[in-house]
């Protein structure tokens, strides 16, 4: 049997559907056309004069080799590819890129073949068996594009969770560098703490010596005394404090926490201060990745948008039909029933394809919202970064200075108390005093240097500039130019 509908039944019942389409009067059936959304301008930054590279400048991709230490770039490497973190977010880009590859599987046709064996017992009657072979085609016509839109809209996703990759990118190597400048700031910390512990148990027994001798009263021994259990307290404390940021260093390289060690090391023999790169608010917005993922996510949400829109159009289904049943099964090919039905769903009727289509439209308001943020945040962190980047090189130079008059102090009542003009005591105190500004520059230079990852990550961390706009969706796979490194999983 075979049933056929001819092309001017089919054409009257088409322009019937467009005829409903009229009748729908109101209904808004264009996808929108995207644009950036407006956020507040910004000229330059207030800090500019801590910068030692102009503006026009931009940061390498491996900026992180700026601090000239080879152990770094292979905690790097090591974290980059062991970090569970980073490989979560690569696995989103290859699930985001299947995604494409389902949305464009919508507009293509939908085969079902099945083939079965009926067996019926009637007392009395021998056993029936009937065999039966069949297919049904489905085609859903994408005429108005409904399909083409959401790949366009999964395309979008799909950029914006590469972002995702290139902020998380960013997020762990910044984690890295200021873990282990940490863990070389404590190296040194524990290094002078047990110098002051031990000069201070020097002028413990030089207290104990005036004591017997009647030169020092009781209570200044106490004090020495108390101010030793301090100090010992202060070290164990720097050495946990070791231990717990040498656990967290493991974890971001991949490492089980306790099976990672660090050899120990100087902070300022081992990391040079780098060049502070700069960089306008035009590139910032195109070179962060956080911020280019929150466009294309606005990108997304006006592609879902259209989508919407035009599913309340007439759509077009064609449905064919084939099969064949014998009682033998060898007879079974020798007849067959065919058929074919072309079929018109009028969605602009359904009332919840309407309100789809506001829920939608209301989500841009969000994910625009998003962006605003995301924007100002970014110029909070770059602005924060330059602010703490040029007040601690300021503090870094009073307490150059004041290292270095100490030195001097300290390096002529040595001359004193060997000549006899000062004490021991004077001595004591005066390396007491230098071992102090010591530490507080060494935590200062620190600070820069984790001030400068900051900033470099604020900045968008080498990655170059990219254009979000509404081009046609291509295969979403292309991810040429896209980072200094391959995006694991973005390409097949």
């Known amino acids: 049997m075979f049933a056929f509908v001819p092309a001017h039944a089919l054409a009257s019942t088409f322009a019937a559907a467009l005829c409903a389409v009229l009748m729908a009067g109101c209904a808004d059936f264009r996808p929108p056309e995207y644009k950036r959304p407006e956020t507040p301008a910004k000229a330059g930054w207030s800090r500019e004069e801590s910068v030692s590279v102009s503006p026009t400048e931009t940061i390498v991709p491996n900026w992180w080799q700026g601090f000239g230490d080879p152990y770094l770039d292979q905690l790097v490497a090591r974290a980059l590819s062991g970090n569970y973190d980073i490989r979560v977010l690569a696995a989103r880009i290859r699930v985001a890129n299947a995604q494409i590859g389902e949305a464009r599987a919508g507009a293509l046709p939908v085969f079902d073949i099945g083939a079965g064996l009926n067996v019926e017992k009637t007392t009395g ?24 839109k959401g790949v366009q809209a999964q395309t979008a996703e799909f950029r914006a969770t590469e972002a995702d990759w290139r902020a998380g990118y960013l997020a762990l190597v910044s984690d890295v560098s200021i873990t282990y400048f940490t863990l070389l700031q404590l190296d040194e910390q524990i290094a002078q703490q047990r110098l002051t512990v031990a000069r201070n148990n020097d002028i413990l027994a030089t207290y104990k010596a005036m004591l017997a001798n009647g030169l020092l009263p009781q209570i200044r021994v106490m004090q020495q005394q108390a101010e030793i259990n301090r100090l010992n307290k202060d070290l164990i404390e720097l050495r946990r404090s070791r231990d717990v940021a040498e656990n967290a260093l493991g974890t971001l390289v991949g490492v089980p926490a306790g099976d990672f060690k660090v050899p120990v090391g100087r902070l300022q023999e081992r990391v040079k201060l780098p060049i502070v790169p700069a960089g306008l608010p035009s590139q910032l917005l195109a070179r962060r990745p956080d911020i280019v993922a929150a466009e294309y996510r606005v990108l997304s949400a006006y592609n879902i948008v259209g989508q919407a829109r035009l599913a309340q159009l007439p759509s077009i289904s064609l449905t064919a039909r084939g099969g064949t049943a014998s009682f033998a099964l060898s007879d079974l090919l020798k007849s067959f029933t065919f058929g ?27 994910v625009e919202n998003e962006y605003g943020r995301t924007v100002m945040t970014a110029f909070e962190e770059v602005e924060s970064a330059l602010v703490n980047v040029d007040a601690h090189k300021k503090q870094r130079i009073e307490l150059q200075q004041q290292v270095d008059q100490l030195r001097v102090v300290s390096s002529q009542i040595e001359a004193q108390a060997r000549e006899g003009i000062a004490s021991q005591l004077e001595v004591f105190e005066t390396e007491r005093s230098l071992l102090q500004a010591q530490l507080a520059l060494l935590a200062v230079h620190q600070q820069i240097l984790a001030d400068t990852v900051t900033l470099y990550k604020a900045l968008g961390g080498g990655w170059p500039g990219t254009a979000v706009s509404n081009a046609p969706a291509g295969n979403g796979m292309n991810t040429a130019n896209a980072a200094p490194g391959t995006v694991p999983g973005a390409a097949p």
């Open 125 to 148: 009657q021998p056993v029936s068996r009937t065999y039966n072979l069949g297919g049904t085609v489905n085609w859903d016509i994408d005429i108005w594009g409904k399909v083409e």
């Open 340 to 366: 074919f039905m072309p079929s018109i769903n009028l969605p602009m009727l359904d009332p919840n394809v309407r309100a789809h289509v506001k829920t939608t439209e209301a989500n841009i308001g969000v």
